[in-house]
């Protein structure tokens, strides 16, 4: 199965926080796992301000950074191009998502994902108008 997994979820992979346990039996049943174009970006911006906020040191900032970029040779990455700008565009306008929340949206519908995984409520409910699979953990 391919799953599209946003940011906010896949970051449980590598902190444990509420809500890591139900994401680790969700892997279990996915063979393929897509990503946003931005998930490196919004990666060190989670860490870095996880950091700041002393919920994690840079000892575990570090080892969370060289883990998701070991892993991300394995994600299915979906490119920025046109189709996805475009995508976005038309999620904002129709929900008024964030601008991240519209590209992790758009990517998930171009992926062609079985399901769609997220932490993030707002976007999980208009995930479930929008896919044909959300998942909120």
């Not at 809500?19 to 990666?43: H, M, R, W, Y």
Request: proline share 1%.
């Amino acid at each position: 199965m391919r799953a599209f997994i946003d940011t906010s979820a896949l970051l449980k992979k590598y902190i444990h926080e509420q809500g890591s346990d139900k994401f680790d039996q969700i892997l279990k049943n996915i063979s393929e796992i897509a990503v946003a174009p931005t998930l490196l970006l919004e990666v060190r911006c989670s860490v870095q301000r996880r950091v700041h906020d002393g919920i994690i040191d840079l000892e575990q900032a570090e080892f969370i950074k060289q883990e998701i970029k070991k892993d991300c040779v394995y994600f299915i990455r979906v490119s920025w191009d046109d189709a996805l700008e475009q995508a976005a565009l038309t999620i904002i306008e129709k929900y008024k998502l964030k601008t991240l929340d519209s590209i992790q949206l758009a990517s998930a519908h171009l992926s062609k994902a079985d399901t769609f995984v997220t932490s993030d409520q707002k976007l999980f409910h208009v995930a479930k108008k929008e896919l044909k699979n959300a998942v909120l953990i």
